[in-house]
T-cell receptor
Framework: AQSVTQLGSHVSVSEGALVLLRCNYSSSVPPYLFWYVQYPNQGLQLLLKYTSAATLVKGINGFEAEFKKSETSFHLTKPSAHMSDAAEYFCAVIYSYSGAGSYQLTFGKGTKLSVIP | DTGVSQDPRHKITKRGQNVTFRCDPISEHNRLYWYRQTLGQGPEFLTYFQNEAQLEKSRLLSDRFSAERPKGSFSTLEIQRTEQGDSAMYLC???????????????FGEGSWLTVV
């Protein structure tokens, strides 16, 4: 079964510091990978997605993620944290494109990012 | 493009009552999804429509849950005889098509919060 593991349910960084949110997936086939952000009491907004093109993916708000097949990872980074980045971040995966379960996003449990002034 | 719209945003109901949530997807998106998110967890897939056809249902979708998309546009999710364990945010999402090399984006609404007392 497909799964996504996000290491660290809560990450705190100082404003201006590097943001690193970790995501590992389990798969023997190439996945599609996504990072979504959720602000309090709101739905999910797509930050970026990997669809087997470039392994380094740039998203909105200065975030980027690198797909590393050898490490089965898709970590999210941002060089300099801003107060407005405080939110919950979800990594998600889709594995196969035909048959049952094709279009289900499987989400990790999320990482809550706090930014300290 | 007005985004995915959900109604109501919040619902408090007594155990045993029926509730219905409505979702209006982005115009011309033929795929519509329902997810459920409980506190501290990532969203979990419930069901998926392509146009008016319900193509997949999760094991999470018990017999008390029913979803429809009668004309291939808006969708409703009804929960009968609500239980306290149904308390969660119900997220609707839509996409313009399936996943291929383009990796179509799934757009989420802001969710409908259900509290069963």
């Amino acid at each position: 079964a497909q799964s996504v593991t996000q290491l660290g349910s809560h990450v705190s960084v100082s404003e201006g510091a590097l943001v690193l949110l970790r995501c590992n997936y389990s798969s023997s086939v190439p996945p599609y990978l996504f990072w979504y952000v959720q602000y309090p009491n709101q739905g999910l907004q797509l930050l970026l997605k990997y669809t087997s093109a470039a392994t380094l993916v740039k998203g909105i708000n200065g975030f980027e993620a690198e797909f590393k097949k050898s490490e089965t990872s898709f970590h999210l980074t941002k060089p300099s944290a801003h107060m407005s980045d405080a939110a919950e971040y979800f990594c998600a995966v889709i594995y196969s494109y035909s048959g049952a379960g094709s279009y289900q996003l499987t989400f990790g449990k999320g990482t809550k990012l706090s930014v300290i002034p | 493009d007005t985004g995915v719209s959900q109604d109501p945003r919040h619902k408090i109901t007594k155990r045993g009552q029926n509730v219905t949530f409505r979702c209006d997807p982005i115009s011309e998106h033929n795929r519509l999804y329902w997810y459920r998110q409980t506190l501290g967890q990532g969203p979990e897939f419930l069901t998926y429509f392509q146009n008016e056809a319900q193509l997949e249902k999760s094991r999470l979708l018990s017999d008390r849950f029913s979803a429809e998309r009668p004309k291939g546009s808006f969708s409703t999710l009804e929960i009968q005889r609500t239980e306290q364990g149904d308390s969660a945010m119900y997220l609707c999402a839509s996409s313009p098509g399936g996943f291929g090399r383009s990796g179509n984006t799934i757009y989420f609404g802001e969710g409908s919060w259900l509290t069963v007392v």
